[in-house]
């Protein structure tokens, strides 16, 4: 029996980058055998460990063959013959196809470390096209490392689409990894990889590739990527990739406001900043009008008038005024006008 450290962990530590976590293939092993060890299985849908003491995962070397659409439609072959480079084989790119024996030796046979030296992804084999989630994993390689995608590997990627295979994604596994790749530091590299192969004009129709920068939180990074859109357009996209309330809210608010934040300084009245911050709920959640207005910032718009208004009508005592009301009905009228006069007193 041997282990080999694989994948993400030989990449990142030949980039000098923190390994975030450890796999293992076990080459030359039964099931019984590394649970006799200790090991608890976990895998499902291929045999998978996890270490007595470490719980790092130890996955029996293995391959892979297509039987179906979609990346479920794979029939797995595991087995003490199975060697280390079938197994390797079987991956999506070379830079992650190499394995770390224990003595420290890199075993790299589809010539990964010298992808990694000259910033390039390449696909393994012609198995890659077996599975459409790899075209979000290249494209959300590209933006995490910058790295530029191998033509021959385009051209594939393209074929996948083409031919329908990239159709079977299903909305949970694009939204995880795109969701992913919009947080790493190329964001608008995996936008660029997703337009060459053809999938963006599938997934995300409409989006403005201009955009070079992206920073803040997923939901600011989102709202940046549909801030052109109109609502239907931006509701099309949300509902397509199941994307999670705290993020299409924000992205949400954007196309119903943002004609409005970008009218202009000095252009708005106190009645339209009064309403935008009702429509937005800022008073009940300013952590999301702050990403709103963060997204705002970062799209070109000036949003001091906006801080100040949420700032000065904040600052009414909504409480006092309702203790002073003539009647119940009367309150929400009252608390408006104070607003709004504190809103215009801070123009």
Not at 95 to 120: C, H, T, V, W, Y
Not at 267 to 285: N, Q, S, V, W, Y
Request: with cysteine; hydrophobic share 40%.
């Amino acid at each position: 029996m041997e282990v080999y450290l694989v994948g993400g962990a030989v990449r990142d530590e030949l980039l000098g980058l923190p390994v975030r976590e450890k796999d293992y293939v076990v080459v030359g092993a039964t099931p019984d055998e590394l649970i006799a060890q200790g090991f608890k299985p976990v895998g499902k849908d291929f045999p998978v460990f996890l270490h007595p003491e470490t719980h790092e995962e130890y996955a029996l070397a293995r391959t892979e063959r297509k039987s179906g659409k979609g990346y479920k439609g794979f029939t797995v072959y595991a087995s003490p013959d199975v060697s280390l480079e079938e197994d390797l084989k079987r991956r999506d790119l070379t830079i992650n196809a190499m394995a770390k024996a224990a003595d420290g030796s890199i075993i790299d046979p589809f010539k990964g470390r010298q992808d990694l030296e000259k910033g390039i992804l390449r696909h393994v084999s012609e198995a890659f096209a077996e599975d459409p989630v790899r075209i979000l994993r290249v494209a959300r390689f590209a933006a995490r490392f910058g790295f530029k995608v191998d033509e021959g590997t385009m051209r594939l990627m393209r074929a996948m689409v083409d031919s329908g295979e990239a159709d079977a994604l299903v909305p949970e596994r694009v939204w995880q990894e795109f969701s992913r790749g919009l947080m790493e530091e190329h964001p608008e590299r995996m936008l660029a990889v997703l337009t060459d192969c053809g999938l963006q004009h599938k997934l995300l129709p409409g989006i403005d590739l201009s955009r070079q920068h992206y920073a803040g939180s997923l939901p600011v990074r989102y709202a940046l990527m549909t801030w052109p859109l109109g609502a239907s357009e931006t509701h099309a996209i949300n509902d397509r990739l199941k994307v999670p309330n705290i993020v299409d809210d924000v992205a949400d608010l954007g196309a119903r406001f943002r004609d409005l934040l970008c009218k202009g300084k000095g252009k708005h009245t106190p009645e339209e900043l009064l309403a935008l911050l009702k429509g937005t709920d800022a008073f009940r959640r300013p952590e999301r009008f702050g990403e709103l207005l963060e997204a705002a910032r970062m799209s070109g718009v000036d949003i001091a008038p906006f801080e100040s208004a949420l700032k000065a009508a904040s600052a009414v005592d909504a409480g006092e005024i309702a203790a002073r009301a003539p009647s119940k009905a009367e309150i929400p009228g009252l608390i408006d006008d104070a607003r709004r006069r504190a809103i215009a007193e801070a123009e």
